[in-house]
């Protein structure tokens, strides 16, 4: 019997999210892992009219590419060339922008400056503007958007996190939204040390003792950071500086990414480490990643209690990554010995808040970014990219609207989710602790391959692999732009096959080399994790798994079994799932051989709780299998 064991780490393939797809061996332990996939509605749409539906010329902005372009009335942004028709854009600016940024803003447009608005005061004067730039602290919502009626043509956000930026929204209405994610890089490094070290030494306490009059030097002693480990979780631009710093002080670093450049880690001297065995050995750990659905809470009851009692942590990323009932019951406990938080679940924290109580944390208000220096930076960074998009330019900061024109949009449309879905599924099947550096994309075409446009198929698979373990948003602007930033090499090949040229793509292949397979039968002769997928009606199938040929609808949830091929095994496994009240959807197996081994595809509706999934992997004639969200 499989043992079970869960494991959610932050930014890394399978094994390394929370909760996890369930993976089995009957040589390995399970383990857990849930990428969430779109939830973006995609309309059937067959190979006899999927390219059919726009024969204008009209580039459009591409702001949600999953959906197809019969819904493009709500998702083409024409535009307006404002010099032809003798007006400036208008800009509003919500929040505090550096004067640098306005000035530039104020060279090519009218700026208006109104600061504090309600929500139902920015409802009432954004359909006046072209353009928005915020902070943080202005909620750009659903309302916001639909108040604007259509004049609103970008949003910028002023920072790296677009949290208070509803981007499903702001895609709907063909709004291309922007944000700032370099100029603040030193300023959080450095604030993150500045927690750091004060709070090793208690500065924020002993001060406000002496300011009460009091003299407690036997109170306040600390500890030293030379030779103590750093975990650094998250090794993107603010990380690797702080690591910089921490090594500079003396300190041993490590870091949990899988897309860190192994050399890039090497060259200041970090290892790059699991999640777990980060938390686990870390005596300091500094919080670098993104919030997504996968990291949010990660620091949970479940992690705080893996580590090393009296750890001491420090968070300049984002609140929603730590579960804070869970840290107050991990500093009262003795298990978190400091804490120091510059960010917060919800900001500003509620006054009754335990964590503004407690006197072993160190508390500052959203800071890293505050200073005068990159406050300018991101006011200018953030302006550039606003103008840019007003004049009709492509930025890599853009984060949801590339520019295609709508003759290829709809050709490809049906092919699209197909790439997503299968980079997805392929980024599940790598083991945790294998970071994804080299990915092959081959796709067979009865088309000369020099009539073939695939930059928005690789932008999709990129999405799929990247976003659901990642803070970034890949679209076909910055998806090779993200992918180099993460050490991703992807390679296309174009194989010309004898099929109808009136379909673009006969299957798409993706193969991702060098890396440890969660599930062995996706791995091919060549030692690749190999999955293929082609469109049937309009419906991404998923055709081949490693050397074994299936025939798999990639809609909801997914559960791959290797079994020995004998009769009554789709009856075995239907029962467990039926038992336990988990409607399956389809069943399809394949196999190389009669009789020998065969490859079980399983969907279900709902997601099988682990008791389940546990009792599949105890079936005698399964090998092995894994789960897997679409």
């Not at 500045?194 to 600390?222: C, F, H």
């Not at 067979?444 to 690789?458: E, H, N, Q």
């Amino acid at each position: 019997m499989a043992s079970v064991s869960s494991a959610n780490p932050i930014l890394t393939p399978p094994s390394l999210t929370s909760p996890s797809p369930l993976s089995s061996s009957k040589k390995s332990s399970l383990s857990f892992l849930n990428a969430s996939a779109s939830t973006t509605p995609f309309p059937s749409l067959s190979h006899s009219h999927s390219h059919s539906r726009i024969r204008s010329h009209q580039p459009l902005f591409v702001t949600n590419v999953l959906k197809t372009v019969e819904s493009a009335d709500i998702s083409v942004s024409k535009g307006r060339d404002l010099d032809h028709v003798g007006c400036k854009p208008t800009i509003l600016v919500s929040e505090k922008l550096g004067e640098a940024g306005i000035e530039l803003l104020r060279s090519f447009g009218d700026v208006e400056c109104l600061y504090d608005l309600s929500p139902e005061q920015l409802c009432s004067k954004i359909s006046q503007f072209d353009a928005l730039i915020v902070r943080s602290g202005t909620k750009v919502t659903r309302q916001v958007f639909e108040a604007a009626k259509g004049q609103l043509k970008v949003v910028g956000r002023a920072g790296v996190g677009i949290d208070n930026v509803d981007l499903q929204a702001a895609t709907e209405f063909g709004c291309l939204v922007v944000n700032a994610p370099t100029a603040n890089t030193i300023a959080a490094a450095e604030h993150a040390i500045a927690l750091l070290a004060s709070m090793a030494r208690n500065v924020a306490q002993s001060d406000a003792s002496m300011k009460s009059g009091k003299w407690q030097r036997n109170k306040y002693v600390g500890v030293s950071l030379v030779g103590k480990t750093l975990a650094v979780m998250g090794f993107g631009k603010v990380g690797s500086e702080v690591a910089r710093r921490a090594k500079g002080l003396g300190m041993h670093v490590i870091a949990h990414d899988p897309y860190a450049p192994a050399d890039r880690a090497r060259a200041i001297g970090v290892d790059l480490v699991s999640f777990d065995e980060a938390i686990s050995t870390a005596e300091f750990i500094s919080l670098h990643m993104p919030l997504t659905s996968t990291t949010s809470k990660i620091f949970n009851d479940e992690n705080f209690a893996k580590m090393k009692k009296g750890v001491r942590i420090i968070n300049v990323a984002r609140g929603g990554v730590i579960d804070e009932d869970a840290l107050v019951r991990a500093l009262d406990s003795g298990v978190v010995a400091q804490a120091a938080l510059d960010v917060f679940t919800e900001e500003p924290p509620p006054k009754d808040s335990k964590l503004l109580q407690i006197e072993n944390v160190t508390l500052t208000p959203h800071l890293g970014a505050s200073t005068k220096e990159a406050q300018e930076g991101v006011a200018v960074e953030i302006a550039e990219a606003v103008v840019g998009a007003l004049r009709g330019e492509l930025s890599a900061t853009a984060v949801n609207a590339p520019m295609v024109p709508a003759e290829v949009l709809s050709e490809l449309a049906p092919y699209v989710m197909l790439s997503e879905k299968l980079g997805r599924l392929a980024v599940q099947l790598v083991a945790g602790g294998s970071g994804i550096k080299s990915v092959k994309v081959v796709y067979r075409s009865a088309r000369d391959p020099d009539d073939l446009d695939t930059r928005l198929l690789r932008a999709m698979i990129t999405k799929g692999i990247i976003e659901p373990i990642s803070s970034s948003f890949i679209n076909l602007v910055n998806a090779d732009f993200t992918a180099k930033q993460k050490g991703l090499r992807i390679s296309e090949e174009r194989m010309v096959v004898d099929s109808s040229p009136e379909y673009p793509i006969d299957s798409i292949q993706v193969q991702i080399s060098n890396v440890g397979s969660k599930f062995a039968s996706a791995v091919s002769e060549s030692g690749n994790i190999n999955i293929e997928g082609r469109v049937k009606y309009g419906i991404p199938h998923l055709t081949r798994v490693g050397s074994f040929s299936v025939d798999v609808s990639l809609e909801g949830n997914l559960i791959l079994c290797r079994q020995v091929d004998q009769p009554g095994m789709i009856g075995q496994v239907g029962n467990i799932l039926g038992e336990h009240n988990c409607n399956v959807s389809f069943m399809s197996v394949g196999r190389t051989v009669k009789r020998t081994k065969a490859i079980m595809a399983i969907g279900v509706d709902e997601e099988p709780d682990k008791g389940t999934l546990k009792k599949i992997g105890e079936v005698s004639a399964i090998e092995e299998f894994v789960f897997l969200k679409l």
